[in-house]
């Protein structure tokens, strides 16, 4: 029998705003333990909550680039549950009236198609502090300074059939998070956290299987191996005839398998009921529009735009439009009037390696940026005008990487510039014939290899600057002349 | 609906608390008499009544996105019954 | 005469004109506390050399000021759930015997900075769970008009400390009658504002949606005085609302002439004390004497208004008080494990009726009875509301008794949570809709225990409420009369 999983993915976005959801408190990421914090996401007595306007603005972004219907009304509730971490023993967050609802996700699949993930919800609620256990035997530490950062719940429907589609979802999800620039989609340290919900069933019913939800999910690697390691593990249980727990498992990236968290002692009951502390999220269709006309275009989007308007290969656009700021890149090298495919080749290749190496990609945008887009501009403008040979350029590039002087200026200051006019072309294939009279008598002998040594040996003598293809054609036709 | 001995456990579970076990007993007595008072308002209709969450009719007012704690752990975490190294110390936390 | 016995205003007056000083007043009043608190037990913490210190800082100020503040160098009271900075706060629970907090409640700043001198904490039922003061962690409140009865609750130490002279006025708070009410068992003014006029935070909350600050005193001008200095919209408390804050000392005059009063028949039933029905019944007339006109009126939910509030109450507070675990602040029990700590943190430092309270909201929120408890409670609160909106279409302002009975003696309800419950019947249906209402001497019973007579207004017409009462308040004089107390 032939199986199909499904999946629904919960996604936790930590939004990029200045403060905290409900107090004044710094969200800067690496200070110095319990230092963003005060009475109010320390959960004292008598404080009160006040909604960070930002975050609202966020949502909205958030369900708008998501196709969301947007509540005009929505509401703050309470989850009630006791952990050292949650500092007020409840955690603020939406529940019977999330502020968006009913939207959709486009990705491409494998095959080239475009498959719609429905979304159930998109809602606000605080994150909660930090506990570290390993430090101490008999006591755990708990540092509050990520209590009350904003964070969206991003709810799918369990519209995913395989490991894959659930990273193309993901990483569809979080570039459109990144282009609203909300969230910075770092996976290891914890912006854009993904738990799944995980259950096969014989394919072509449409009976829903024993559930298992997924932990500890931290990079995309993780969500694709643990979600096909548990699609396994639930196709080979069924296969025999064995029953399966309804449970949560952790993702264990060493072992590469899931085990079985260690079901609490303690029931789960919530208790959700609205927060008496927060009024109604009340959201206008002026503010609704007002943030409809600030949405950038999304990445979908723009890699047709690519593929239309600067003939792109599919594969080019794709790598390009992953990134809002590698996109933003591409497009401003590409005004300045030179060959875009050109410059996606240099972007895709030489300049994702410098970023890789260091490491430029863990930020939200890169700010630092190797080489500005007008320098890789001026640079492939070279090579088209036939000024520098591609190898040149790649020494150039270097060059510009260490020293950032612009590349015309490196090619005059060290005469790199390529030779193309006969004359010299002629010269210099005339000095190196005179010295190698054998290599001449062997060609004449009809050994047409030696024609490769004699192209080394002259443009080695150039300091490889001479027009390559003029160079051959001009050497071919000074030794068939003397053939003659 | 009466309130059982194991509700009530369930109950003191969820709150973290616990009675001594001839006040459980009690309390199931007590907190059945003020169920049952309650149980009045089954008297009245409210299918088409809305739930009030809130006195205040209007939309909540919202804060500007600004920084404007100082830190102060210090102060924080001059109540605490332990701290170390300016983290709460808390009894170990078995996940 | 002792500065002790003035009111705000006259103390105030005496301070402008230069005949006493603060530091003068606040010695009288640290004086008559210790003459007196051995018997009455009004305060957790007295705040002896801070507020000597408060007194010399407002004498100063009145070097400098042309034209100070009300309430500069005026010793007043603050109930114990009402946070101050650097000064113990306890809620009148073992679960923050030692709390000292890092900030101020709003209202706690808005005081110091009107220049008054807080003189001390004082006791209340833990967490404001309670009618009596007896639920205090610490010790009970005695009565000052009878020393063998509770002076009501929560705010008990608060009403109690303002009737024996130990301050000039004094915050407390009010979920369910908790200012109203032991107002009335004490023979004094007390005013629960309209939820969202005063800031809540920094209230040590009980349950968020009804709680309101609000001014205990001698007389009515007090209460419009105190009101104006704690009133208005709050950056920290989203629930706080943004309307200008009225005059209200200066809108007290005008009487009562073409006032709609509502008499809402509901109030008048079985279980009332005789002699509060009669002291009542005079209040009523002496309103139409003046140029009332009275209106027997129906709240026909007012029955279902207990049960209602006991579910939304506690259902709230079994929430507000999740946060008292011991991980970071207050008493920690030792357990084994985590588990254990939370267990015995809160059973060891939570007194009865709180854990009581804690148990019945966790219940009617747990799975399966939400809609049966919670939803159905919401709802009836809406019924409620609209039996008021209906009233106040054709009523000015609502008449009524504060509370069924005069003061009860010490240990008479305590063992019976129910009873308890009921003495609240009248106070709490305007907690249910968040409207303003006062609570302002009406006579005595037999025993030479105080009445109170209640008026409700509509959202936010404090104003209206405090004309009312000041207007019966020069008909009667009731108010003036202070209980005699031996020195212990």
């Given at each position: 029998?032939?199986?199909?999983?499904?999946?629904?993915?919960?996604?936790?976005?930590?939004?990029?705003?200045?403060?905290?959801?409900?107090?004044?408190?710094?969200?800067?990421?690496?200070?110095?333990?319990?230092?963003?914090?005060?009475?109010?996401?320390?959960?004292?007595?008598?404080?009160?909550?006040?909604?960070?306007?930002?975050?609202?603005?966020?949502?909205?972004?958030?369900?708008?680039?998501?196709?969301?219907?947007?509540?005009?009304?929505?509401?703050?509730?309470?989850?009630?549950?006791?952990?050292?971490?949650?500092?007020?023993?409840?955690?603020?967050?939406?529940?019977?009236?999330?502020?968006?609802?009913?939207?959709?996700?486009?990705?491409?699949?494998?095959?080239?198609?475009?498959?719609?993930?429905?979304?159930?919800?998109?809602?606000?609620?605080?994150?909660?502090?930090?506990?570290?256990?390993?430090?101490?035997?008999?006591?755990?530490?708990?540092?509050?300074?990520?209590?009350?950062?904003?964070?969206?719940?991003?709810?799918?429907?369990?519209?995913?059939?395989?490991?894959?589609?659930?990273?193309?979802?993901?990483?569809?999800?979080?570039?459109?998070?990144?282009?609203?620039?909300?969230?910075?989609?770092?996976?290891?340290?914890?912006?854009?956290?993904?738990?799944?919900?995980?259950?096969?069933?014989?394919?072509?019913?449409?009976?829903?299987?024993?559930?298992?939800?997924?932990?500890?999910?931290?990079?995309?690697?993780?969500?694709?191996?643990?979600?096909?390691?548990?699609?396994?593990?639930?196709?080979?249980?069924?296969?025999?005839?064995?029953?399966?727990?309804?449970?949560?498992?952790?993702?264990?990236?060493?072992?590469?398998?899931?085990?079985?968290?260690?079901?609490?002692?303690?029931?789960?009951?919530?208790?959700?009921?609205?927060?008496?502390?927060?009024?109604?999220?009340?959201?206008?269709?002026?503010?609704?529009?007002?943030?409809?006309?600030?949405?950038?275009?999304?990445?979908?989007?723009?890699?047709?735009?690519?593929?239309?308007?600067?003939?792109?290969?599919?594969?080019?656009?794709?790598?390009?439009?992953?990134?809002?700021?590698?996109?933003?890149?591409?497009?401003?090298?590409?005004?300045?009037?030179?060959?875009?495919?050109?410059?996606?080749?240099?972007?895709?290749?030489?300049?994702?390696?410098?970023?890789?190496?260091?490491?430029?990609?863990?930020?939200?945008?890169?700010?630092?940026?190797?080489?500005?887009?007008?320098?890789?501009?001026?640079?492939?403008?070279?090579?088209?005008?036939?000024?520098?040979?591609?190898?040149?350029?790649?020494?150039?590039?270097?060059?510009?990487?260490?020293?950032?002087?612009?590349?015309?200026?490196?090619?005059?200051?060290?005469?790199?510039?390529?030779?193309?006019?006969?004359?010299?072309?002629?010269?210099?294939?005339?000095?190196?014939?005179?010295?190698?009279?054998?290599?001449?008598?062997?060609?004449?002998?009809?050994?047409?290899?030696?024609?490769?040594?004699?192209?080394?040996?002259?443009?080695?003598?150039?300091?490889?600057?001479?027009?390559?293809?003029?160079?051959?054609?001009?050497?071919?036709?000074?030794?068939?002349?003397?053939?003659? | 609906?009466?309130?059982?001995?194991?509700?009530?456990?369930?109950?003191?579970?969820?709150?973290?608390?616990?009675?001594?076990?001839?006040?459980?007993?009690?309390?199931?007595?007590?907190?059945?008499?003020?169920?049952?008072?309650?149980?009045?308002?089954?008297?009245?209709?409210?299918?088409?009544?809305?739930?009030?969450?809130?006195?205040?009719?209007?939309?909540?007012?919202?804060?500007?996105?600004?920084?404007?704690?100082?830190?102060?752990?210090?102060?924080?975490?001059?109540?605490?019954?332990?701290?170390?190294?300016?983290?709460?110390?808390?009894?170990?936390?078995?996940? | 005469?002792?500065?002790?016995?003035?009111?705000?205003?006259?103390?105030?007056?005496?301070?402008?004109?230069?005949?006493?000083?603060?530091?003068?007043?606040?010695?009288?009043?640290?004086?008559?506390?210790?003459?007196?608190?051995?018997?009455?037990?009004?305060?957790?913490?007295?705040?002896?050399?801070?507020?000597?210190?408060?007194?010399?800082?407002?004498?100063?100020?009145?070097?400098?000021?042309?034209?100070?503040?009300?309430?500069?160098?005026?010793?007043?009271?603050?109930?114990?759930?009402?946070?101050?900075?650097?000064?113990?706060?306890?809620?009148?629970?073992?679960?923050?015997?030692?709390?000292?907090?890092?900030?101020?409640?709003?209202?706690?700043?808005?005081?110091?900075?009107?220049?008054?001198?807080?003189?001390?904490?004082?006791?209340?039922d833990e967490f404001a769970m309670g009618s009596s003061a007896e639920n205090s962690a610490f010790f009970p409140t005695r009565n000052p008009w009878d020393t063998a009865r509770v002076p009501g609750g929560s705010s008990g130490g608060s009403a109690a400390a303002v009737a024996a002279d130990q301050c000039a006025g004094a915050l407390g708070t009010d979920t369910g009658g908790s200012i109203r009410q032991p107002a009335a068992c004490c023979g004094i003014v007390g005013l629960k504002p309209t939820y969202g006029r005063v800031s809540r935070f920094g209230i040590i909350a009980f349950a968020s949606s009804m709680d309101q600050v609000g001014p205990l005193t001698k007389d009515v001008t007090d209460c419009a005085l105190l009101l104006e200095a704690i009133a208005g919209h709050d950056p920290s408390d989203s629930t706080s609302v943004d309307r200008p804050v009225p005059r209200y000392s200066e809108m007290l005059a005008g009487g009562v002439q073409g006032f709609r009063v509502g008499i809402p028949k509901e109030?008048?039933?079985?279980?009332?004390?005789?002699?509060?029905?009669?002291?009542?019944?005079?209040?009523?007339?002496?309103?139409?004497?003046?140029?009332?006109?009275?209106?027997?009126?129906?709240?026909?939910?007012?029955?279902?208004?207990?049960?209602?509030?006991?579910?939304?109450?506690?259902?709230?507070?079994?929430?507000?008080?999740?946060?008292?675990?011991?991980?970071?602040?207050?008493?920690?029990?030792?357990?084994?494990?985590?588990?254990?700590?939370?267990?015995?943190?809160?059973?060891?430092?939570?007194?009865?009726?709180?854990?009581?309270?804690?148990?019945?909201?966790?219940?009617?929120?747990?799975?399966?009875?939400?809609?049966?408890?919670?939803?159905?409670?919401?709802?009836?609160?809406?019924?409620?509301?609209?039996?008021?909106?209906?009233?106040?279409?054709?009523?000015?302002?609502?008449?009524?008794?504060?509370?069924?009975?005069?003061?009860?003696?010490?240990?008479?309800?305590?063992?019976?949570?129910?009873?308890?419950?009921?003495?609240?019947?009248?106070?709490?249906?305007?907690?249910?809709?968040?409207?303003?209402?006062?609570?302002?001497?009406?006579?005595?019973?037999?025993?030479?225990?105080?009445?109170?007579?209640?008026?409700?207004?509509?959202?936010?017409?404090?104003?209206?409420?405090?004309?009312?009462?000041?207007?019966?308040?020069?008909?009667?004089?009731?108010?003036?009369?202070?209980?005699?107390?031996?020195?212990?």
């Open positions: 029998m032939k199986y199909q999983a499904v999946i629904g993915l919960e996604v936790h976005a930590q939004l990029l705003t200045q403060s905290k959801i409900f107090c004044g408190c710094s969200t800067r990421f690496g200070a110095a333990p319990n230092q963003n914090t005060c009475p109010v996401c320390a959960g004292f007595p008598g404080v009160l909550p006040v909604l960070n306007r930002q975050v609202v603005e966020f949502a909205l972004k958030a369900g708008l680039a998501t196709h969301c219907r947007i509540a005009e009304s929505s509401r703050f509730a309470r989850k009630n549950y006791f952990y050292p971490d949650l500092p007020k023993g409840y955690q603020i967050s939406q529940y019977d009236a999330p502020i968006c609802s009913n939207g959709y996700v486009e990705i491409e699949t494998r095959e080239g198609g475009v498959k719609r993930v429905r979304l159930t919800r998109i809602h606000m609620e605080e994150d909660a502090g930090k506990s570290i256990h390993e430090a101490r035997g008999d006591a755990s530490l708990v540092d509050l300074n990520r209590a009350g950062v904003p964070l969206l719940e991003i709810v799918s429907e369990p519209d995913l059939h395989s490991a894959a589609e659930a990273t193309a979802y993901l990483k569809t999800l979080r570039a459109i998070l990144q282009y609203l620039e909300i969230c910075d989609g770092n996976m290891e340290e914890g912006s854009f956290r993904c738990d799944a919900n995980v259950s096969v069933r014989p394919e072509g019913t449409s009976s829903l299987g024993t559930k298992t939800e997924l932990k500890n999910l931290n990079s995309f690697k993780a969500v694709e191996k643990a979600l096909e390691y548990e699609i396994r593990r639930h196709t080979e249980a069924l296969a025999a005839g064995r029953s399966l727990v309804q449970e949560t498992r952790l993702w264990d990236a060493e072992r590469e398998a899931t085990r079985s968290m260690r079901e609490k002692e303690l029931a789960h009951d919530y208790r959700y009921f609205p927060d008496p502390d927060l009024l109604p999220v009340q959201v206008d269709t002026a503010w609704i529009e007002k943030v409809r006309s600030t949405l950038p275009e999304l990445p979908g989007a723009r890699k047709q735009r690519f593929i239309a308007q600067y003939r792109l290969p599919a594969y080019d656009a794709e790598l390009l439009t992953q990134r809002k700021d590698v996109a933003d890149y591409f497009e401003a090298a590409s005004k300045l009037g030179v060959d875009p495919k050109s410059i996606s080749n240099w972007i895709v290749g030489d300049l994702f390696r410098v970023i890789k190496e260091r490491r430029l990609d863990d930020r939200l945008y890169i700010t630092d940026w190797p080489l500005a887009p007008e320098r890789l501009a001026e640079l492939v403008q070279l090579i088209g005008e036939g000024k520098i040979s591609g190898k040149i350029a790649k020494t150039i590039f270097e060059e510009m990487l260490v020293s950032g002087r612009p590349a015309r200026v490196i090619v005059a200051q060290r005469g790199l510039e390529q030779i193309s006019d006969p004359a010299s072309i002629e010269k210099a294939i005339d000095e190196v014939l005179a010295a190698h009279p054998e290599q001449i008598a062997q060609y004449r002998a009809g050994n047409e290899k030696i024609i490769a040594f004699l192209v080394g040996r002259i443009m080695k003598a150039a300091r490889g600057k001479l027009h390559p293809q003029k160079t051959n054609e001009l050497l071919r036709q000074k030794l068939d002349e003397r053939k003659r | 609906m009466p309130i059982t001995r194991d509700d009530l456990e369930r109950v003191l579970l969820l709150a973290r608390l616990s009675l001594p076990a001839d006040e459980e007993a009690r309390l199931v007595q007590e907190l059945g008499e003020v169920l049952a008072y309650v149980e009045k308002l089954d008297r009245l209709a409210t299918d088409d009544v809305p739930p009030m969450t809130h006195v205040v009719d209007i939309g909540a007012s919202l804060r500007d996105d600004v920084v404007s704690n100082r830190p102060d752990t210090d102060a924080l975490m001059a109540n605490a019954p332990a701290r170390e190294d300016g983290f709460f110390r808390v009894p170990k936390i078995i996940e | 005469m002792s500065l002790a016995t003035l009111t705000i205003h006259e103390l105030s007056q005496k301070l402008r004109q230069r005949e006493v000083s603060a530091e003068e007043i606040t010695r009288d009043v640290l004086g008559r506390i210790e003459s007196t608190e051995g018997t009455i037990h009004s305060f957790i913490t007295v705040l002896r050399e801070p507020a000597l210190e408060a007194a010399k800082a407002a004498d100063e100020r009145f070097h400098r000021e042309p034209d100070p503040n009300p309430l500069l160098g005026i010793p007043l009271a603050v109930k114990d759930n009402v946070i101050t900075r650097g000064i113990r706060t306890t809620a009148g629970s073992k679960i923050l015997d030692d709390f000292l907090p890092p900030y101020d409640a709003t209202v706690s700043a808005k005081l110091r900075a009107a220049g008054a001198v807080i003189i001390g904490k004082t006791n209340m109030y008048f039933i079985s279980g009332v004390q005789p002699e509060v029905e009669r002291a009542v019944g005079a209040a009523i007339r002496v309103f139409q004497d003046h140029g009332a006109i009275i209106e027997e009126i129906s709240l026909p939910h007012t029955e279902y208004a207990v049960a209602a509030y006991y579910i939304v109450a506690t259902a709230e507070a079994s929430s507000n008080l999740a946060r008292y675990d011991g991980m970071r602040y207050g008493y920690r029990a030792r357990g084994r494990d985590l588990t254990e700590t939370y267990t015995l943190t809160r059973a060891q430092a939570f007194g009865a009726e709180v854990k009581r309270r804690i148990i019945l909201g966790t219940y009617v929120l747990s799975a399966g009875y939400y809609d049966a408890y919670y939803l159905k409670a919401q709802k009836v609160r809406t019924l409620i509301r609209r039996d008021f909106d209906e009233a106040f279409s054709r009523c000015d302002i609502l008449l009524t008794p504060t509370a069924p009975t005069t003061a009860f003696r010490l240990g008479e309800k305590i063992k019976e949570p129910l009873q308890m419950y009921l003495s609240d019947v009248f106070t709490i249906p305007a907690n249910l809709a968040g409207l303003p209402a006062l609570s302002v001497p009406c006579g005595f019973d037999a025993a030479g225990l105080p009445v109170g007579l209640q008026l409700i207004g509509r959202h936010f017409e404090e104003s209206k409420l405090l004309r009312a009462a000041y207007a019966y308040e020069q008909a009667t004089r009731w108010g003036a009369l202070r209980p005699v107390l031996e020195s212990a």
